[in-house]
């Protein structure tokens, strides 16, 4: 049996664009290939240790997520919303809890026209902050 193996610089075709993209992984959907971190920010825990949580955003996808940074000590929930373009309808929301010093992403949100946010939520305290928005027309 033969199996084939992508070479240094193969082309990788992304599997979703846009709102098909919408709660899909970013990793299975290889959006995670030309993804960068848009903004960031830390919640911190009572015991002083904090987590650390990135918007991610693929051009090639037109979505985006969000993960934990590499800092993360404490359990959390990160969430990536997308709302209206005047941000007073939550369109969506994706969700996923991280035990202590785990690394993990949440599905994406995709489409153009939107503003989303990536948000994090610290498990003992409930305290909970986010990035600023970033318009996916942008």
Known sequence: MISLVPLGGTAYA???KGTACENKGPVAMVCDKDARTVASG???SSQGGRT???L???NTCWAGWARTGSGSVYASTISIEKWNPDRTVLVSRRT???KNGQH???NMVG???YMVRACAKEANTGRSTCTGFLGTDS
């Open 104 to 106: 993990d992403w949440t």
């Open 56 to 58: 991610r955003w693929s």
């Open 14 to 16: 992304a599997g979703c």
């Open 96 to 98: 996923v809890t991280v």
């Open 111 to 113: 489409g153009k026209g």
């Open 42 to 44: 830390e919640v911190y």
């Open 52 to 54: 650390d949580y990135e």
